[in-house]
T-cell receptor, first 112, second 114 residues
Framework: SQELEQSPQSLIVQEGKNLTINCTSSKTLYGLYWYKQKYGEGLIFLMMLQKGGEEKSHEKITAKLDEKKQQSSLHITASQPSHAGIYLCGGRSSGSARQLTFGSGTQLTVLP | KAGVTQTPRYLIKTRGQQVTLSCSPISGHRSVSWYQQTPGQGLQFLFEYFSETQRNKGNFPGRFSGRQFSNSRSEMNVSTLELGDSALYLC?????????????FGQGTRLTVV
């Protein structure tokens, strides 16, 4: 089955600093999703990438999918306390079982 | 446009009881997926429904079941509750069940089994 590994597991940064979260899949992905979650709440959709080499941005968050569609990175520029939370990557692999499965998440803390 | 609605938000049940959780997807979305989230196991896929048919099922015991109605609303049921079933249950709504559609989540139902 597909496994998604995220790194780092947790990250503490000073407000204003840039940061990167990585997501690696053991299989080629057909759709890579990034979500943000506040503890105990639902997942907030950030963006979806589907083509190799694709890059998308939303406000100060940029996500990229590599050409082989097995690695993705999420980059936050000039972090703010509002960026704090758990970031989860999710992906759909090929085959008939195309369910969306998730990595274990990255806990981001932004110190004011 | 209303988002994904899950009810109830919080639930406390006793071991051995059964529970039914509800998920109303975004209007026009026909696919609903259910997930269990716990601190130890993370976000685990339970099952996915599309047009009232179960398309995929995760690795959970038969005590976990679900269904989808003609209006795309979905319910999941857990029978003979165990303490380990305490978790945040999330549902996700998609336009279709294909690989390139965005999936939006509800706020979740926090189930506590005592």
């Amino acid at each position: 089955s597909q496994e998604l590994e995220q790194s780092p597991q947790s990250l503490i940064v000073q407000e204003g600093k840039n940061l990167t979260i990585n997501c690696t899949s053991s299989k080629t992905l057909y759709g890579l999703y990034w979500y943000k979650q506040k503890y105990g709440e639902g997942l907030i959709f950030l963006m979806m990438l589907q083509k190799g080499g694709e890059e998308k941005s939303h406000e100060k968050i940029t996500a990229k999918l590599d050409e082989k569609k097995q690695q993705s990175s999420l980059h936050i520029t000039a972090s703010q306390p509002s960026h704090a939370g758990i970031y989860l990557c999710g992906g759909r692999s090929s085959g008939s079982a195309r369910q969306l499965t998730f990595g274990s998440g990255t806990q981001l803390t932004v110190l004011p | 446009k209303a988002g994904v609605t899950q009810t109830p938000r919080y639930l406390i049940k006793t071991r051995g009881q059964q529970v039914t959780l509800s998920c109303s997807p975004i209007s026009g979305h026909r696919s609903v997926s259910w997930y269990q989230q716990t601190p130890g196991q993370g976000l685990q896929f339970l099952f996915e429904y599309f047009s009232e048919t179960q398309r995929n099922k995760g690795n959970f015991p038969g005590r976990f079941s679900g269904r989808q109605f003609s209006n795309s609303r979905s319910e999941m049921n857990v029978s003979t509750l165990e303490l380990g079933d305490s978790a945040l249950y999330l549902c996700a709504s998609s336009l279709s069940a294909e690989g390139y559609t965005e999936a939006f989540f509800g706020q979740g139902t926090r189930l506590t089994v005592v």
